[in-house]
């Protein structure tokens, strides 16, 4: 069962938040708190297991995270979890977002919180692993946001509620998003760019995962390789090849760094992981 | 009107959607708390608006505040509200909010039911699948009945991604409803061959998830589990699959060796380390349950060691770390296999990731008496460098704990251990001061030789007090002053410079220490005060021992001041004691005798769990009443427990009182007499420790003399790494001394180390122990039991899903089926269940009567093949497998008979057991058929009653054909089918093959009840054999007694009184001479068969109530005299007492 998952950015912002078993407010906020600085303290290349501890239900749990660009994802699972299984479904969770989010970044999680919990009830439901291919998910995704959109079209008197929320999410909605990103003056990391068609006049070259640069030296030869190798399953991987989501493969892989192919795990890591 | 739409539109224009709240709090750092209360007093007014739209972004935003902290339960029933919209848009968004914030505790969660249900059939599969995605976070006992039935039909839905979901659900639903399980499980267990592999994978999922919690119910899965192991190509299944096998194996052996030939071939083939992980987990798994026996064994153990070496040497941080996990638990069974390792776990004790070195020392527990002091040495350097605090008490623990393991098997040499435990105090910040603590005293109390040197540092350490306890980080480790204050008072006579310690404990510093210290402290400053006194008086030096005592009065004042009462106590107490030796001293009175006269007496270190194994004596029950308890009714509440406390034991106190040697020798010969003449004595095969237990006192241990090969007293501070130097040294000495008299060794060998002389591995063999030392064992009562049960914690919720699956599934095992409830049948679920059962038999349809034919059918064949099962909850069909004399004691008799014995068992009468009953009434038999009756009625229905006919096959022949018909009397009428005439008989539904009995049920209307009556009636049947097949009848007489018309109902006392006084009762009375019986018996006898319940019972006076199916209220007062009993009744109807009255003397009369 997994108790809980929590996304926070490097500085303990919840981003998400989702317990599956009570908690009052408080306690939730203290939890993530506490597993804000349980996580922030580890190097990212050690281990991404921890002792949960006294956190949620005792030594039977085990925090085990991931540290994507801005953002960890962090699941608290219990021992009847496989530890690399779950290692897997977060890099599966995280890649149906950024195919939901086309490029996904902190910023498409903080302002559609709602929509990052629609993909995540097709991914766990009630503390268990509901479907893990990303196929599916996001097949069942964009079905459900295209019964969205039919329900808007027919009552357009609510569009201003809506249009934002139009999915896949319109990178050119007016006032919505865009904008802000674009004043000049970014102060928090969150505003980084990672979309090559929103480099400012400073674009930001951003390591979504320190060991990026250790990933490259590994392994010159093949960077977007992360993307490719998620399943051995066959028939589902061809659709989540390089291609489609890693739109800056072939330029410089630094400045069109998508959060996915910046983010996943280093070659040599990944190969042996996957599932 | 129009106006004020085109105005609410407008307004929204305005409204904050998500998006902007959360821009408004990005913009508003400053004073957040204050933006957010502003919106949230725009949330509550956009939520009293009609508009649903308005109302369901309200929530949305509600949603994201949730996750900030806010406590949003106030809008839970505008959550409701959007949850009901009728647009998918919406709806998603009112269960998103309930899954955030709705729990067991929200009160309007039950509103929801319906809606929730109407969703779960909604014809948009995603409707349905957000309400499942929904109820699967706010399920709850209420909504989990309430909509299992629903959930299930889901289950084969022609959606898999229906089907999914509701599989997945079902978990939840069984941990909230735990009778759902068992109805539900063949569905379940069909989904696990699902076409579709996300189905196949979520039934996969709450099966592994059930069986993890009561593994030995779904062990009769485990052949479909292999064949779905042996043919899935899904990681994901395969890996719980195989973690499911995990939990299996321990319980069934066989079923571990099947598996290690598939789960190695997947070893070899897999390329996922996630699957080769958990295949090597479970292998672990097996072989720790095989543990001994197979020969090929190590082949296996070899291949995981391999893998996980594997995994360990890789770089991948994640892979090392579970790859140190899994070589933990081999660990556990085969230490030999991983010790070929240890360079690689020492290795990793260095590595820079905290979890990693963590992992590493669980596995150093593979330590030996040869690299004991090399594996401390290590962590001791560890934990110098060690920068957190959690690592380094990890490390601490780590390393008492490998010191101390087996009873400090390991040790060669105590002094080194002492030291090791002094120089662990300089610690800082850590928690475990009381660990320390605790090894200090257990090993200057177990290891007697090695008192002086302990003494000597504990001494030396209080000396140093300032520095352990200056600091308030430092309170932790303060807990050593406690041993060490303890220690030195306790062997005060191998002190070197006694005088010297008492000033060091009496210094004004030492008030600032922890209460419970200074009251050790206290306590052995008289201790040591006492030694002195001894000393001094035997140098005859009066004025040295006249300026101790001074010492004393000046200095404990400071003690008695203290606030904590225990020190105050006792240090007020002391002093006056002192005072008083002051007195004599000043006599010339010599008073060292009687001051050490306090403290007289050896210490024996008891096993913490001696208490508990003291076995029981034969013949003693502890729970039997040593007095007769107060018959009077009232005293039931009170817990006879309250007069004994439950006394703790308490270990951090050792010294307790004790008789003196020659008293305790005396006993202990008087009890050994006494079991040796007890025939019933079982006498126990000694065992080495009760070998030692015979030993007649304290001075018999053999305490072997010290044999020092190495100086007691290292200069200086100890260091622990001189002693490894020494030990290094002594080492080498010894294998010099060794290869000259190779001849004696043995036999030192044997003389020296008794204590592990069994243990002794090759290598340990070639070192001796630095001193001969006796660890003296921890003392056990006599004939101490060897068992160590551990109760399962009572609350786990877990347990409650303990069920037996692979019995068959009877028919009240149902799911509840929403249905129109009247209002009188929904005061308790035991009464809703029996008007459900009846409206069936009453009125049976054919088709219903077929699927119930083949229903019984199958019951029937599985009832020959385990009728032994056959336990739980039964229906009324499945009654005649029981032995029929015996339904009153057990659970499943009808409701009504169940209550009839409930009031007698819960009230004072317990103390005869009951004699069997049955109130099955012999109806007719032959020699083909027997059949016997009982007639219920049922407050539900005022003019029927049901009668159960069991028939049951006394011949060699198939009956079929049966068919009951009753010649109807103006008053009582067989209800039939419809559509069949006055004269038609009514089908049995079942057939009886050879030598089976079943039960069948018979609606009859009554108009009036008051008198008795008998209907005659054939049963007609075709009774059928090899020869052939013939008609047969029998005929027969049912009769209706007053009391069949009585349904047990209970009653309180005040609603009875209210009713005798009501005045609208005609009263009536019989006596019955002769009665032997117990009253107790008697009003089992009267409850059972004619239906009452007690009320109250006083002495021999018991009032007793029932309630006629047309409402009649019937109260008794049974009252027993000498020989007789009489029964004052009284009832609304005259007739119906007398009627009644008589029966009851008839069944008087017999007893």
């Not at chain 2, 004994?644 to 308490?650: A, K, L, S």
Request: glycine share 4%; hydrophobic share 35%.
């Amino acid at each position: 069962m997994i108790q809980a998952i929590l996304v926070f950015n490097n500085h303990g912002k919840p981003r998400l938040v989702r317990f599956y078993q009570r908690f009052p407010e408080e306690i939730q906020q203290q939890i993530v708190r506490e597993t804000f600085h349980l996580v922030l303290k580890r190097d990212d290349n050690i281990c991404n297991f921890l002792e949960g501890g006294s956190l949620i239900g005792g030594s039977d749990y085990k925090l085990i995270y991931r540290h994507y660009a801005t953002l960890y994802f962090v699941f608290c699972v219990d021992s009847s979890e496989s530890e690399l299984g779950i290692l897997d479904l977060i890099q599966v969770f995280v890649e149906t977002l950024d195919k939901c989010f086309e490029n996904v970044c902190e910023l498409d999680l903080i302002f559609h919180m709602d929509k990052v919990h629609y993909i995540l009830q097709e991914v766990v439901m009630g503390g268990m692993v509901l479907e893990t291919n990303m196929n599916e998910i996001v097949a069942q995704i964009e079905a459900q946001n295209r019964l969205e959109k039919s329900e808007i079209t027919v009552s357009l008197s609510h569009s201003r509620l809506y249009t934002s929320a139009g999915w896949p999410f319109s990178r050119t909605c007016p006032g919505g998003v865009r904008c802000e990103e674009h004043q000049p003056a970014r102060d928090a990391p969150e505003h980084q760019h990672w979309r090559s068609q929103h480099q400012g006049p400073q674009p930001v070259p951003v390591c979504l995962r320190v060991e990026d640069s250790r990933t490259e030296s590994l392994e010159p030869a093949e960077p977007s390789q992360p993307c490719s190798t998620v399943r051995s399953a066959p028939s589902r991987s061809p659709a989540s090849g390089p291609g489609p989501h890693c739109p800056g493969a072939g330029k410089s892989p630094v400045s069109t760094a998508s959060l996915l192919t910046c983010a996943a795990l280093p070659i040599s890591r990944t190969r042996r992981l996957w599932m | 009107m129009a106006l004020k739409m085109v105005k609410g539109s407008i307004d929204r224009m305005f409204d904050k959607n998500l998006q902007d709240l959360v821009r408004g709090i990005r913009n508003h750092k400053e004073d957040e708390a204050k933006y957010i209360s502003q919106c949230i007093d725009e949330i509550k007014q956009e939520l009293k608006q009609d508009n649903i739209a308005v109302k369901a972004n309200a929530v949305c935003k509600l949603t994201y505040l949730q996750m900030l902290g806010y406590d949003i339960s106030w809008a839970a029933f505008n959550i409701i509200e959007v949850m009901s919209a009728s647009k998918f848009t919406f709806k998603r968004i009112g269960y998103l909010a309930a899954s955030q914030c709705f729990h067991e505790g929200t009160d309007v969660i039950m509103l929801t039911t319906n809606q929730i249900r109407k969703d779960l059939s909604s014809p948009s599969q995603y409707d349905t699948g957000v309400a499942l995605t929904g109820l699967s976070c706010f399920v709850t006992p209420d909504l989990a009945r309430d909509l299992a039935n629903d959930i299930m039909t889901l289950m084969s839905h022609t959606k898999p991604y229906i089907r999914k979901k509701a599989v997945l659900i079902m978990y939840k639903v069984f941990l909230k409803y735990p009778e759902s399980l068992r109805p539900a499980f063949p569905r379940l267990k069909e989904k696990l061959e699902d076409p579709d592999p996300g189905v196949q994978s979520a039934a996969v999922n709450v099966i592994c998830e059930l069986a993890r919690r009561n593994p030995k119910n779904y062990l009769s899965l485990a052949p479909l589990f292999f064949k779905l192991m042996t043919s899935s190509t899904n990681n994901w299944v395969l890996i719980k699959i195989i973690k499911l096998f995990g939990a299996l194996t321990p319980l069934e052996p066989r079923l571990g060796k099947k598996l290690i030939e598939p789960l190695t071939n997947l070893i070899h083939s897999t390329s996922a380390m996630s699957l080769l992980y958990e295949c090597v987990n479970t292998v672990i798994a097996v072989l720790i349950s095989l543990s001994s026996g197979m020969p090929n064994h190590s082949a296996s153990i070899q291949l995981c060691v391999q893998k996980l070496r594997i995994l360990i040497e890789d770089s991948d941080q994640n892979l090392k770390y579970l790859g140190l996990l899994a070589m933990s638990k081999i660990l556990r069974t085969h230490p030999k296999s991983v010790q070929a390792h240890k360079d690689l776990v020492l290795q990793c004790l260095d590595d820079k990731d905290e979890s990693i070195r963590l992992r590493a020392l669980d596995l150093l527990y593979g330590v030996s008496k040869k690299n004991l002091m090399e594996i401390v040495k290590k962590l001791m350097t560890h934990v110098d460098k060690a920068e957190g605090t959690t690592y380094r008490d990890e490390l601490l623990t780590k390393i008492i704990d490998i010191c101390s393991q087996s009873n400090y098997q390991h040790i060669t040499n105590f002094e080194w251990y002492i030291s090791i435990l002094v120089e662990l105090t300089r610690l800082e910040g850590t928690r475990h001061g009381h660990l320390i603590a605790a090894q200090m005293l257990d090993v200057a109390i177990r290891v007697k030789a090695i008192r002086r040197f302990a003494v000597s540092q504990m001494s030396a350490l209080l000396d140093s007090a300032h520095l352990v306890a200056s600091s308030p980080q430092r309170s932790g480790i303060c807990e050593v002053l406690y041993a060490a204050a303890w220690i030195c008072g306790e062997f005060s006579e191998h002190l070197q410079e006694p005088q010297q310690t008492l000033e060091a404990m009496l210094r004004p510093k030492v008030t600032t220490l922890p209460g419970h210290i200074q009251a050790v402290y206290v306590q052995n400053v008289v201790k040591l005060y006492a030694a002195i006194l001894q000393q001094k008086e035997q140098a005859a030096d009066t004025s040295a021992a006249q300026e101790v005592t001074q010492l004393l009065v000046e200095r404990l004042p400071q003690f008695v001041q203290s606030a904590d009462l225990e020190v105050q106590e006792r240090a007020s107490c002391i002093l006056q004691l002192v005072k008083h030796v002051q007195k004599l001293q000043a006599k010339d009175v010599p008073v060292a005798e009687e001051v050490s006269a306090l403290f007289a007496g050896e210490l024996n270190p008891v096993a913490p769990k001696a208490q508990k194994k003291v076995p029981v004596p034969e013949g003693l029950d502890l729970d039997a009443w040593i007095n007769e308890p107060l018959s009077d009714s009232e005293s039931e509440d009170e817990k006879p427990k309250a007069m004994f406390q439950d006394e703790e034991q308490r270990h951090t106190k050792p010294r307790a009182p004790e008789a003196d040697e020659q008293e305790l020798a005396r006993r202990r010969e008087a009890r050994r007499q006494e079991q040796a003449n007890n025939p019933f004595y079982i006498k126990s095969s000694p065992s080495p420790q009760k070998r030692y237990q015979d030993a007649p006192g304290v001075e018999h241990i053999p305490v072997v003399q010290i044999d020092l090969s190495v100086p007691l007293k290292v200069p200086g501070m100890p260091l622990s790494d001189q002693y490894v130097k020494l030990e290094e040294e002594r080492r080498h000495r010894q294998r010099l001394e060794k290869d000259k008299r190779k001849k004696k060794k043995r036999e030192r060998e044997r003389r020296g180390t008794r204590r592990h002389s069994s243990l002794h591995t090759e290598s340990d063999e070639d070192i001796a122990p630095a001193q001969r030392v006796d660890i003296v064992t921890e003392e056990m009562p006599e004939n101490a039991l060897p068992s160590d049960e551990d109760d399962k914690d009572p609350n786990d919720p877990y347990r409650a899903l303990d069920i037996d699956l692979d019995k068959p599934l009877a028919d009240s095992e149902k799911l509840p089926v929403q249905k129109h409830r009247n209002a009188e049948t929904s005061k308790s679920p035991e009464k809703e269940d029996v008007p459900l059962v009846e409206k069936k038999s009453k009125k049976p349809k054919k088709k219903e009567k077929k699927h119930k034919e083949k229903e019984r059918e199958k019951k029937k064949k599985e009832v020959e093949k385990k009728p032994s099962k056959h336990k739980k909850k039964k229906h009324k069909k499945d009654k005649e497998e029981r032995p029929k004399d015996k339904r009153k004691s057990k659970k499943k008799v009808p409701p009504a008979d169940e209550e009839a014995a409930e009031p007698v068992e819960n009230g004072t009468l317990e103390e005869e057991p009951l004699p069997p009953m049955s109130s099955y009434i012999l109806l007719a038999e032959n020699s083909y058929i027997k059949m016997t009756y009982d007639v219920q009625g049922s407050l539900q229905k005022d003019s029927q009653v049901t009668v159960s006919v069991v028939l049951e096959n006394q011949s060699d022949s198939f009956l079929k054909s049966m068919e009951l018909n009753v010649l109807d009397s103006l008053n009582a009428r067989l209800a039939r089918p419809e559509g069949s005439s006055v004269h038609d008989g009514v089908p049995v539904p079942f057939q009886l093959p050879p030598g089976i009995s079943n039960e069948a049920q018979f609606v009859f209307t009554i108009q009036s009840i008051v008198m008795a009556q008998k209907l005659k009636g054939t049963l007609s049947f075709i009774a059928k054999n090899d020869e052939g097949s013939t008609h047969e009848k029998l005929d027969f007489k049912l009769h209706f007694t007053c009391t069949s018309y009585l349904v047990t109902t209970p009653c309180y006392s005040d609603a009875f009184a209210k009713l005798l006084e009501s005045g609208d009762l005609s009263m009536s009375s019989i006596k019955v001479d002769g009665i032997s019986m117990s009253f107790h018996n008697l009003l089992a006898k009267i409850c059972f068969h004619h239906r009452f319940s007690v009320v109250e019972r006083v002495d021999s006076c018991a009032s007793m109530y029932s309630r006629s199916i047309q409402g009649h209220h019937v109260c008794l007062l049974v009252k027993k005299g000498e020989k007789s009993v009489s029964v004052d009744g009284k009832c609304s109807d005259p007739t119906l007492l007398s009627n009644l009255l008589e029966e009851m003397k008839e069944t008087l009369a017999t007893c």
